[in-house]
């Protein structure tokens, strides 16, 4: 596990940030000012967690029950990772 | 000009919403049309939460409320509000004069989710200079502090030209001190007002070169803190700029009176026949009105860019520019070092310019009108 996913850290979307399902293209949507990032997969579904609650394990443990089998822990906290470093989380 | 057809193109990502021609500053390069619209044609509240309320349908996420100044609509909130519902993002594209607390509070409990701000210079008496406007870079000053009060992210916006390359450094200072998450340093565009002060707002290449060899230090500075995009000067790369990600494929613009464009500047380019939202549904002018159509692709292409490799990357270059310099808006655009046109953009960054004209500053009027009209003018006078 990352230091940050580690350490209590509770992911929260940015203010600036929204996210949204677009039924039109059939795809999640991160929209920052000036851009838009398509969530592949079940990334919308990561992100929604992030609400300030939870803390990673947290969250690694409710996507675990809802989608047994899949490698969660193993690729869920570098996700929330990866979206900390552009500044997407806090 | 292309029937309607089976194929549907990629839904639109962005809306630029130009709702008023109206504004307070008067800057030489605006990119509203030298035709300005007038207020009495309008769109009128109802009709603006209708083409949200479609755009919405049709796939849009972005819009940009912008005018001219978007503040001069008095029912600015309802139009916040109709994106939201919509589920589009909004952002207010402003020159900062008439934002107050109150305002700028009401915007927010409608939507209002980011803000975009034009600055002209670093330096209070060029800005308000190049805006021709006493005390409008106090008013954006003070607008920036209520932004940054209110937790919305805040852009900046400069349009570069000879008069303020010199002070890049400065002004990326400014955005830092007035706290900017992203600033954009856009090169002027030589269509409408811009290409009527074109030789008042053309650089030198060493001003050029200077202001580029600032931003590639600041970007490596400001990384993780400010965006820092810059905008091409295309006059001078010698390569054509993708213009709106190509015709029709990411955006429109609707203009204060409902007339629907590919890009802003679209409705100088004859025969456009542009559509309006009064008369047709945004999903049929987006999907099949001839003016969408009419530059989609790759098949309308004409010169050095049909079967070049980088058609899929510019598109051809901008269309706008192609007409403004050459009458034909089908040709490749001049600025593109390939184009057999390219001299006409050459002979201006070549040009020497010790002093350069006056402004001709926005406004309505102001532009040199068609021969009988000003005659009538000069008659009237």
Redesign the interface.
């Known amino acids: 596990m990352t230091p940050e996913a580690a350490s209590g850290w509770r992911p929260a979307l940015a203010?600036?940030l929204?996210l949204?399902h677009?039924p039109?293209?059939g795809k999640d949507?991160l929209?920052?000012?000036?851009r838009?990032v398509v969530l592949e997969g079940s990334g919308g579904t990561v992100v929604g967690l992030c609400d300030g609650t939870r803390t990673v394990q947290g969250i690694v443990g409710e996507l675990a029950e809802r989608f047994p089998g899949a490698p969660v822990a193993a690729t869920v906290p570098a996700f929330l990772d990866s979206l900390r470093r552009e500044?997407w989380l806090t | 000009m292309t029937a309607p057809s089976a194929f549907s193109p990629p839904p639109p990502w962005a809306l630029l919403a130009e709702l008023t021609h109206a504004c307070p500053l008067h800057c030489p390069y605006c990119s509203n049309p030298l035709d300005l619209a007038r207020r009495s044609r309008e769109l009128t509240t109802e009709e603006w939460e209708d083409v949200l309320r479609q755009a919405g349908e049709l796939g849009v996420v972005h819009t940009h409320l912008s005018g001219g100044e978007p503040l001069l609509r008095p029912d600015l909130e309802r139009i916040v509000a109709a994106a939201e519902d919509a589920g589009i993002y909004t952002q207010l594209v402003t020159s900062g004069t008439g934002l107050d607390e109150a305002r700028l509070a009401a915007l927010t409990a409608a939507g209002l989710r980011s803000v975009q701000l034009s600055v002209q210079h670093a330096d209070p008496r060029a800005g308000d200079r190049i805006a021709g406007r006493a005390g409008s870079f106090a008013a954006k000053e003070h607008a920036a502090r209520l932004v940054r009060r209110a937790g919305l992210p805040l852009g900046l916006n400069v349009v570069l030209h000879r008069g303020n390359l010199d002070a890049v450094d400065a002004l990326l200072d400014l955005a830092v001190a007035w706290g900017a998450d992203r600033v954009e340093l856009a090169n002027t565009q030589y269509y409408g007002w811009g290409l009527l002060n074109r030789a008042a707002l053309m650089p030198t290449r060493d001003q050029l070169a200077r202001a580029r060899q600032t931003v590639e230090r600041r970007r490596e500075q400001l990384a993780g803190r400010t965006d820092l995009v810059w905008v091409v000067p295309d006059y001078f790369d010698g390569v054509a700029k993708p213009c709106m990600g190509g015709w029709g494929a990411v955006s429109l613009t609707v203009a204060p009176d409902g007339t629907v464009l590919p890009c802003p500047a679209a409705a100088s380019i004859p025969g456009l026949d542009p559509p309006g939202v009064r008369d047709h549904p945004l999903a049929w002018i987006w999907r099949h009105s001839p003016a969408f159509n009419r530059f989609r692709g790759t098949d309308w292409m004409t010169g050095p860019c049909r079967g070049c490799p980088r058609r899929e990357e510019d598109f051809g270059g901008c269309r706008c520019q192609a007409f403004a310099l050459t009458g034909d808006a089908a040709r490749t655009d001049p600025a593109c070092a390939l184009s057999p046109d390219h001299h006409l953009v050459r002979e201006q960054t070549e040009a020497d310019r010790a002093v350069a004209p006056p402004y001709v500053y926005r406004r309505p009027g102001a532009a040199p009108l068609p021969a009988p009209a000003r005659a009538a003018v000069t008659e009237d006078a």
Not at chain 1, 31 to 34: D, T
């Open positions: 203010p600036a929204r949204r677009d039109v293209r949507l929209v920052l000012p000036e838009v500044g």
